[in-house]
């Protein structure tokens, strides 16, 4: 007795294989686009009178990578001066932790005139995801000998401190802006001083009394940004 | 009596063993920690590594010891950063690509400078405290000093990078050797020696896998 064996016809098979392969590389294709990785970070920003100045900048592929840009000095505006500038980003998709850090340095910063000083500046974001949740930090970050307005800070700063200038606006110092889930998302951006230039409009006293003015924002520098970012 | 002093000792022995093998394994690195024989051993890796962060106090770290102290105050400027990207060529290749930038803050080492490196071999080396896969990755460098803006040829180690979980600060820990020539294995050649767990950023460790592997 013959034994017979059931084939499928031959451009079904191939049919079956091209379909599986395709399945697995949509998986894959999938699973790596859920999962990205953002970072940047940058000397300085001067933003006044509708000019803007950025330098240097650092940018993190999505896919990961790494980018330095840097610097030896910057003068190119009164609003900061400073040498040494360095700007770093680097960070990786992954299965199992993706990640992501970037850095932002600064050396003999000077910003309006010396109203803010410091020998150095240096912002750090750090990023990551893994199976377990997703987080982000600021720790590294400090200033070095910083000087505002005129009154040196002998101790580490606190995050998203407010120092009024008086006749310029006011300066955010260590500036921390969280984002994120903090399950599969999370990002954080430092910017280690971000100062909001302000003038008072209008306003004034008559015999018949004082009204208030009004504080118009002009413009904003920031010194030492990092970001970083990680998630779908 | 000889038999009775022998019994005291025994579980005194005991103790200081359990006591050495849990400070070993603790996720945060003892200092008084002999490092583990195999760490020296080096092999061809099958994974890459990312990182970025800040190590501080070059005073405690010199000669490669890490120390578990925090950042600096904030009138110091003992302290470097950097980041890097670092592979083998292939999976179980000792070549290695990528690239390193190393900013030290101190003016009191080489005027501070800055380094910027080329990987061309990158292998593994076990972590001292954990047992994890670390890696050590070498190449030449260009450094710029900044009292002089004198650029000079070097060449860099990363003597180990280690991920030794999230987050990196106060985990992970990283040795940097500079050296005038290519730098010996262990270091004893280099004229920059800085070492230290991170007060900032993250080490990432990263399996090869697929085409990249």
């Known amino acids: 007795m013959a034994a017979i064996t059931l084939r499928p016809p031959r451009w079904l098979s191939r049919g079956v294989a091209l379909g599986l392969a395709s399945a697995f590389t949509l998986l894959a294709a999938r699973a790596n686009a859920q999962t990205s990785v953002g970072g940047s970070a940058f000397g300085a920003l001067v933003n006044t009178a509708g000019m803007v100045q950025q330098t240097p900048v650092a940018m993190l592929p999505t896919s990961g990578g790494m980018d330095e840009q840097s610097l030896d000095a910057f003068s190119g505006s009164t609003a900061v001066s400073s040498e040494w500038l360095t700007a770093l980003t680097t960070g990786a998709v992954d299965d199992a932790v993706s990640s992501s850090q970037s850095s932002s340095d600064l050396q003999q910063v000077s910003v309006l005139g010396g109203l803010i000083s410091a020998d150095i500046v240096t912002a750090m974001a750090a990023s990551y995801v893994s199976p377990a949740g997703a987080a982000s930090d600021a720790a590294g970050s400090g200033f070095t000998n910083l000087v505002v307005n005129g009154v040196p800070m002998t101790t580490d700063v606190a995050p998203n401190t407010r120092v009024d200038l008086p006749g310029v606006g006011y300066a955010v110092l260590n500036e921390q802006t969280l984002s994120g889930d903090g399950v599969t998302t999370s990002g954080i951006t430092v910017n280690m001083i971000h100062v909001v230039l302000q003038t008072l409009t209008g306003g004034g006293c008559t015999i018949l009394g004082c009204l208030p003015g009004t504080l118009t924002t002009t413009g904003e520098i920031i010194v030492g940004s990092a970001n970083s970012s990680v998630g779908s | 009596m000889m038999q009775r002093k022998h019994l005291i000792l025994v579980p005194g022995l005991l103790a200081a063993a359990v006591v050495a093998v849990a400070c070993r394994d603790s996720a945060t690195p003892a200092r008084s920690v002999a490092p583990r024989p195999e760490f020296w051993a080096v092999s061809a890796a099958c994974f890459r590594m990312t990182g970025g962060g800040r190590i501080d106090k070059p005073g405690a770290n010199m000669g490669g010891a890490e120390s578990p102290t925090g950042k600096n105050t904030p009138g110091s400027r003992d302290f470097a950063t950097f980041g890097f990207q670092a592979r083998p060529t292939a999976c179980n290749s000792t070549s290695g690509s990528g690239h390193i930038t190393w900013v030290e ?45 004198e650029m000079v040829s070097v060449f860099f180690e990363v003597h180990h990078a280690c991920d030794e979980g999230e987050p990196g600060v106060g985990h992970d820990h990283i040795r ?18 800085r070492a230290g767990l991170l007060t900032g950023g993250n080490l990432q460790y990263h399996r090869l896998t697929g085409r990249g592997a």
């Open chain 2, 105 to 149: 803050h101190s003016t009191a080492i080489f005027g501070g400078f800055v380094l910027h490196g080329d990987v061309d071999t990158f292998v593994k080396v076990a972590s001292e405290y954990s047992g994890k896969p670390c890696g050590r990755f070498s190449g030449p460098a260009r450094a710029k000093r900044r009292d002089t803006g």
């Open chain 2, 176 to 193: 940097m050797l500079i050296c005038l020539t290519t730098c010996d294995p262990e270091g004893g050649n280099a004229v920059y020696d």
